[in-house]
């Protein structure tokens, strides 16, 4: 335990732990949640002054102080004493850590009664779940007023507040984007997994903001692995193969199921994009290409075999080139409008080429084989989320 206070005549005390975690003592802290009927004045002026939060807080730092000895040491009781309701006199078998010391006495005179009342039941239930927790030696130390921010701020999925732009809220609790951050009251295991929490987030904001800032020529993206590599070529030429299979099997008089794999391989390219940078993409995208034009030109007759070549590698540049500049946004717009603007082009520079000039509706095939390309990148977003998410969830364990 540590003296964290900031201001004379308060006593603050904050829990951590060592890096080796071998400390003589475990600590733990027990959070009490609060809401604003709980500031001084809420009945006679509610809503209240917005800074009634922090006159409870110094209220409390400063009752500590004066239960403490006035010489900035420590309130402190056994817990047996505590859940007793009677003051202590004495320290037991367990030697405080915190300094300047700690002197025994009655923590209720420095506590709000909800507070009081909290732990008290709170106390036996911790004791069940982890052994020796309402040991009765065991010192509580007060008072940690400063262990959780009581306010709750919404961001947004470019982890910018929704109603302040250009702030970016951090730290630890409710982490979801569009979910408030600022925690809920809860106790806390003695592993710092709250900092942690913080830490981990604190990383993904400020990386957030980097991409967001800085253009793709200076961002420092992960470097692949072979596997990584692999993975990602076989993916763009599976996709690619079962396309050119696939389109020549007509569904009706204008769409064939070809139409509804392509798109595929614009989830291909933007997943390797965002993780691994547009050099990474452009290579990624020429072995689809080598598979287009060598497949096609098995299947089908020379002329569509090069407008299935050259609309495949004009899409797959542009959609790497757009989704690199709207890389620092709202994580769905650089896919989608990537996706939207090469399947646009994908399929004038194909149909151009494969049929302009010759007899039959192409032109009506054309426009359907776009509209059923754009509904399944639509859909294609869903499976994007879900894949970045999973890899920033590996990424913050890794950071932890």
Do not use: C
Not at 175 to 203: T, Y
Not at 333 to 359: H, K, M, N
């Amino acid at each position: 335990m540590v003296a964290a206070t900031s201001e004379p005549g308060r006593v603050v005390t904050n829990g951590m732990s060592q890096y080796s975690r071998n400390e003589r003592n475990a600590n733990a802290g027990i959070v009490v949640g609060i809401d604003p009927r709980d500031f001084p004045g809420w009945e006679s002026n509610s809503p209240g002054d917005a800074l009634a939060g922090i006159a409870l807080q110094r209220e409390l730092e400063s009752n500590a102080f004066v239960l403490g000895g006035g010489d900035y040491r420590a309130p402190g009781q056994l817990v047996g004493d505590f859940i007793a309701g009677k003051p202590s006199t004495e320290l037991g078998s367990v030697v405080p850590s915190y300094k300047p010391g700690v002197t025994p006495t009655d923590l209720h005179k420095a506590l709000p009664a909800y507070a009081i009342e909290a732990m008290r039941e709170a106390f036996p239930a911790f004791g069940r779940k982890i052994k020796g927790f309402d040991t009765h030696d065991a010192v509580l130390t007060g008072v940690e007023t400063r262990t959780s921010s009581p306010i709750k701020i919404t961001r947004g999925d470019d982890f910018q507040s929704l109603n302040v732009r250009g702030l970016y809220p951090a730290g630890e609790g409710e982490l979801r984007r569009r979910h408030p951050v600022g925690r809920r009251g809860r106790h806390q295991g003695g592993r710092g997994r709250g900092a942690q929490r913080a830490g981990r987030d604190g990383a993904r904001t400020y990386r957030e903001r980097l991409m967001q800032t800085m253009p793709s020529s200076s961002i420092r993206f992960e470097r692949p692995a072979v596997g990584h590599l692999v993975v990602a070529t076989l993916a763009m030429a599976a996709v690619v193969l079962a396309s050119n299979v696939l389109v020549q099997f007509a569904i009706n008089d204008w769409l064939t199921w070809g139409a509804f794999t392509y798109p595929v391989a614009y989830l291909v390219s933007d997943l390797v994009n965002r993780r691994f940078g547009p050099g990474m993409a452009r290579r990624v995208a020429w072995v689809g290409f080598a598979v287009a034009v060598g497949v096609s030109l098995l299947l089908a007759p020379m002329r569509i075999a090069a407008a299935s070549g050259l609309a495949f590698i004009a899409s797959q540049l542009l959609d790497i080139g757009v989704f690199d500049r709207l890389r620092r946004g709202l994580w769905w717009r650089a896919p989608l409008v990537a996706t939207v603007i090469a399947a646009v082009l994908d399929s004038v520079v194909f149909w151009g080429i494969a049929f302009a000039g010759t007899e039959g509706p192409w032109l009506t095939w054309a426009l359907g084989d776009l509209a059923v390309k754009l509904a399944v990148g639509v859909l294609m977003l869903l499976p994007f989320r879900l894949l970045i998410g999973r890899q920033a969830a590996r990424t913050s364990a890794a950071m932890g």
